[in-house]
Structure formats: structure tokens, C-alpha cells
């Protein structure tokens, strides 16, 4: 497996630190406010990295931060004159909301910052003894100037950062513009922790990094992101880690590109900001979402449209129609042996090496479709067998494993089944008046009867 490793900017060689196993850190929400689209874009894309990372024999241990405490969580909870906990957790209960919606496996761990505030002051107090701290008005800042990697992920030369220019929005005073705070003198009314140097709360950057060598190591596998993470966030995530430890922080770093909205970034005063109730208020199908978000490879911008969407969802109608396609040809003939297993096993192969070249998930979808298109005509000409058919259903979940837009295969009512069978026996005996009688019953009940070259096939209305 290849993956872009934005530390280097180039295509390298995945070699997991420990055999066998993956240690994987994906940049959480801060829980202020419901995620955009644009957030969930990236958070489908890791869960198909980890989904992948499994499919292609690693154990994946995944870690995912929720930010529960800085300036936009704080303000949030005095507008809503709301205890912090109170606040954040409603935001928090929506985001695994709109990640169950969308499918989203879930990680092994999801830390807080308010429940890891001792694990941030042992890191400071192991950067201060490496001499990469100093302390202003009771706050604590990193001096940059310490560690000479910085900017070694962003390629940012501080050097040129005109003097008086604020890199980091920290509005506390500190002797170099682009040092960044580590911990934070409380202000008036803001919540607040006890500190060998104030009453505060932790800086934003050292949350991540606390928590992740916590639950991973201080050096782990992949930390993943969206582009907009890469500078100061992951940066000062790598200066304060590394500082603290001198050890490399992490192997791989690798981030997505942004969502943008009919070709413009996505704005409230533009019209065009959307979080997912939005757009499944105007299409019910967050397969199709799902599906849309990897039809373009993690590293190229996504121009979310709903035209988009429409095409998405009719991809994905027709993966169910293959699916159902199989199932009925399978149940047909279900004593047959097996005479052309190559259908089947040539698309997991494919899949794969597509999935091994950085992800290309578009290039998963193109192998998948092409398998799609010369299984429709097998099923046309009579050419499989029962066997083959099951075997070819196999590897379709196969694949949807990774891909996670097929929804659990559905057990009709023994009831359903026979009304089915019996609509099939009435029309080779050509009782048609029977077969339409059933048709018009079952669709009274909800169910949808679709005769097809491959078959009678189902579906709910």
C-alpha cells in the first residue's frame, strides 16, 4: 500500500511500527456546533482508510478526539448560559449521530479534552524541562524558536513571517508572535482547571497530542485531517510532541482536501452551507451522500452539487439492482454447481490494488462498475451458475465492506416469500389474472415486484 505522506510530499510505502497493526489519530470535531458536510467528507474518508487499512490485513486501532474546550466551546456555553459539559454534549450526541447516519464505523477510543487535562500539564512540565517553554501572566507558551524542525509538515518558512503578524490567534501576550500557548491563564467567568502556574485551560494544539500518546504511543502509525490542519495545528502538534519526547511523533500524516458547493466554498451568506439534515431534507438517501463523498479521491476538492447527489444515488440503485439480481438468479437455481468462479474472484484483486494506490477510491468505483456491467451480462445470457451467483454476492459485500453504501441485506416475512413464489408459479402457468392480483396485495403491503431479465426482484415502495 502507497499512501501521499503530506511529511515529505510524496507517495511512500506503508510499513505499520508494529507488524500486523495499525495506530491511526483522526482530528475530531470541536463540539460547538453541528458539522457541515464539508466536516463529514473527511471523517467518510478516514472511516474508508481504516475499512481499508482492515481489508488489507491490518488491525486498526483508531483513535478520534472531541474538542470540548476552547474559545468557540466557551463562548458557545455563556450565550447559551449553559455549563460547559451541558453545551458541548448535545453537539457531541449530534456529530455520532450524523456519523451512524452516514456509516461510520466506530473508533476505539473518543477522548475529551476536559477528561485529559492532567495527561496536558505532564506534557508541559516535560517540554518545560527541555527547556522549549516560558511563562507570561500565568500562561504558558512554546517557544518555536527552540525547536529548529518547525515547519518541517507545512513547509512553512517562519522566517519570512513579517514580525508583529499573528500566526496563531491567541489573544494573550507572549514574547514572540508565533510562539503558540500551551496553557491558558483563565479569564473572568471561563471554565478552568488548577496548574503549577494558573488557574487556566490547556491550548488547543497540546490537546491532541496529549491525548493521542496517551491511547497510541508517543510514536504511532498515521494521523489523519483536513488540509486546513496542516498549518499551525498538526505543526505545532509535531513541535510540541517531538519536543517533549525526541522521538518522531508520527510515520504518516495525511489530510483531505476540502468540499466546496457548486464550484464555490461553502458560506451562510452565500446560501450554500449545508449540514446533513439540510441535504437529506431535499433527498432521503444517505448511501447516495456516502457514495458521493468517495467518488472523488481524498487528496481533490469534492464539488458537492445536487445533481451530484442524484448521480450518486443512481450508482448506488444500481449496485442494489446487481445485488438483487444475483440473490433471485441464485434462489432459482440453487442446486447448480459451480462453472465460472472467475466472475467473482476477479473483482476483489482489482479492487484492492486500487484501494493500495493512496486510496483511489475513484478508481475502486470504476473496477467495481466494470465487474457490474460484465455480471449483468452473465445473468442475461444464462452463463453462471446458482454457485457462481453466491460466490459473486460474496464479493460484493466483499468490497461494500470498505465502501459501506449496501445496507444490510433484508429477511423478508416467511409470509412475503410464499405470496412471492406463488406470483411465480401463477405466471408459468400463465395465470395472469392470480399474478396481478398478488402484485397489487403485496404493493398494498409495501412491496414493490420488478420483473426483470434476471428475474422477479423486490423492493420496498
Keep these: 500500500m502507497k499512501l501521499f505522506n503530506t511529511l515529505g510530499r510524496s507517495l511512500q510505502p506503508f510499513e505499520s511500527i508494529e507488524p500486523g497493526r495499525v495506530r491511526m489519530y483522526t482530528c ?25 487499512f482492515r481489508r488489507l490485513g491490518w488491525h486498526v486501532t483508531q483513535v478520534m478526539n472531541l474538542t470540548d474546550v476552547d474559545d468557540k466551546t466557551i463562548r458557545g456555553a455563556a450565550e447559551a448560559h449553559l455549563p ?19 456509516g461510520v464505523q466506530k473508533a476505539e477510543h473518543y477522548p475529551r479534552a476536559t477528561d485529559h487535562v492532567s495527561e496536558m500539564i505532564a506534557l508541559i512540565e516535560r517540554l518545560k524541562a ?11 507558551w512554546f517557544r518555536i524558536a527552540s525547536f529548529p524542525g518547525y515547519g518541517k509538515l507545512s513547509g512553512i518558512d517562519l522566517s519570512q513571517a513579517r514580525q508583529g503578524a499573528r500566526v496563531a490567534d491567541d489573544e494573550y501576550e507572549k514574547d514572540d508572535p508565533k510562539d503558540f500557548a500551551l496553557w491558558k491563564a483563565a479569564k473572568p467567568g471561563e471554565p478552568a482547571w488548577d496548574s503549577p502556574y494558573s488557574r487556566g485551560r490547556p491550548g488547543w494544539h497540546l490537546e491532541c497530542s496529549a491525548m493521542s ?12 485531517g483536513a488540509v486546513d490542519n496542516i498549518f499551525p495545528h498538526h505543526e505545532n502538534e509535531i513541535a510540541q510532541s517531538e519536543g517533549a519526547t525526541g522521538k518522531t511523533f508520527v510515520k504518516f500524516w495525511l489530510h483531505a482536501e476540502h468540499l466546496i458547493v457548486d464550484g464555490e466554498k461553502m458560506s451562510k451568506s452565500k446560501g450554500n452551507f449545508y449540514l446533513l439534515s439540510d441535504v437529506l431534507a431535499r433527498r432521503n438517501d444517505p448511501a447516495a451522500v456516502r457514495y458521493l463523498f468517495l467518488s472523488v479521491p481524498y487528496r481533490q476538492k469534492l464539488n458537492f452539487t445536487f445533481e451530484a447527489l442524484d448521480a450518486a444515488a ?11 439480481n444475483l440473490a433471485d438468479y441464485a434462489r432459482r437455481r440453487p442446486g447448480e ?19 493500495a494506490d493512496d486510496l483511489n477510491t475513484a478508481k475502486a468505483l470504476g473496477v467495481l462498475f466494470d465487474w457490474v456491467r460484465d455480471v449483468n451480462l452473465s445473468l442475461e445470457r444464462g452463463e453462471i451458475s446458482g454457485a457462481d451467483a453466491r460466490a459473486a454476492i460474496a464479493a460484493l459485500h466483499g468490497v461494500d465492506a470498505v465502501l459501506g453504501v449496501l445496507p444490510p441485506a433484508e429477511i423478508l416475512p416467511a409470509e412475503i416469500e410464499a405470496l412471492i ?41
Design 337 to 355: 454447481g459451480e462453472t465460472a468462479p472467475q466472475l467473482a474472484g476477479k473483482l476483489g484483486p482489482a479492487f484492492d490494488e486500487a484501494l
Design 130 to 140: 527541555r527547556g522549549h517553554t516560558y511563562e507570561s501572566d500565568g500562561s504558558v
Design 84 to 102: 460547559l459539559r451541558e453545551f458541548t454534549e448535545k453537539y457531541a450526541e449530534a456529530f455520532f449521530q450524523d456519523l451512524e447516519t452516514l
Design 28 to 52: 475530531g470535531p470541536t463540539i460547538y456546533n453541528k458539522v457541515h458536510i464539508g466536516n463529514l467528507r473527511t471523517f467518510v474518508w478516514e472511516d474508508v482508510l481504516r475499512r481499508s
Design 314 to 324: 443512481a450508482a448506488v440503485q444500481r449496485l442494489r439492482n446487481v445485488e438483487a
Design 213 to 224: 500518546m496517551k491511547y497510541l504511543g508517543e510514536t504511532f502509525d498515521v494521523h489523519t
Design 421 to 461: 413464489q406463488e406470483r411465480l408459479d401463477a405466471r408459468k402457468r400463465k395465470d395472469f389474472a392470480r399474478s396481478d392480483a398478488i402484485r397489487a396485495d403485496l404493493l398494498a403491503r409495501g412491496i414493490v415486484l420488478e420483473d426483470t431479465p434476471a428475474g422477479t426482484r423486490w423492493k420496498k415502495s
